[in-house]
C-alpha cells in the first residue's frame, strides 16, 4: 500500500514563502504523475500544479509565476514552490498521484479530472493580509 504525507504547511504572511514536501513510501518513479491540488472551506477543490515522470509540468493560472512543482525521485518526495503567498491561498494542500502512463503530459485541469488512486491527508497553508 502506498501512502502520501504532505508536510510544510503552516501559517504566513502575505508576500511570504513556503515550500510543501509530499513524500511518497514508493519510489516516485513508479507514478506516471503527481499534482497537488487546494481545498478552502465552503469552495470546490481546485487543481495547482501537475509533473509527469518526463519532468513535464503544468501550472494553474491562478498560481503562474508564484508556485513551482519539482519531484526527487531519489528522495520518493513531490514539493510545492509558493513565493508571494496571499491570503486566498489560504487552503488545504493535497498531493495525489496517478500510476496510469496516460496522464503523461496533462494538464492540471485534466489531472483533476482523472482517477487519482493516491491521496494524501492534506496540509494546511494559511496567509494572513
Known amino acids: 500500500q502506498v501512502q502520501l504525507v504532505e508536510s510544510g504547511g503552516t501559517s504566513v504572511q502575505a508576500g511570504g514563502s513556503l515550500r510543501l514536501s509530499c513524500a511518497a513510501s514508493?519510489?516516485?518513479?513508479?507514478?506516471?504523475?503527481m499534482g497537488w491540488f487546494r481545498q478552502a472551506p465552503g469552495k470546490e477543490r481546485e487543481g495547482v500544479a501537475v509533473?509527469?515522470?518526463?519532468?513535464?509540468?503544468n501550472v494553474a493560472d491562478s498560481v503562474k509565476g508564484r508556485f513551482t512543482i519539482s519531484q526527487d525521485n531519489a528522495k520518493n518526495t513531490l514539493y510545492l514552490q509558493m513565493n508571494n503567498l496571499q491570503p486566498e491561498d489560504t487552503s488545504m494542500y493535497y498531493c495525489?498521484?496517478?500510476?496510469?502512463?496516460?496522464?503523461?503530459?496533462?494538464?492540471?485541469?485534466?489531472?483533476?479530472?482523472?482517477?487519482?488512486?493516491?491521496w494524501g491527508l492534506g496540509t494546511q497553508v494559511t496567509v494572513s493580509s
Open positions: 495525489a498521484a496517478d500510476v496510469s502512463p496516460l496522464c503523461r503530459g496533462t494538464t492540471i485541469q485534466d489531472f483533476g479530472r482523472r482517477f487519482l488512486p493516491y
Open positions: 509533473i509527469d515522470s518526463d519532468g513535464s509540468a
Open positions: 514508493r519510489s516516485t518513479f513508479k507514478f506516471y504523475c
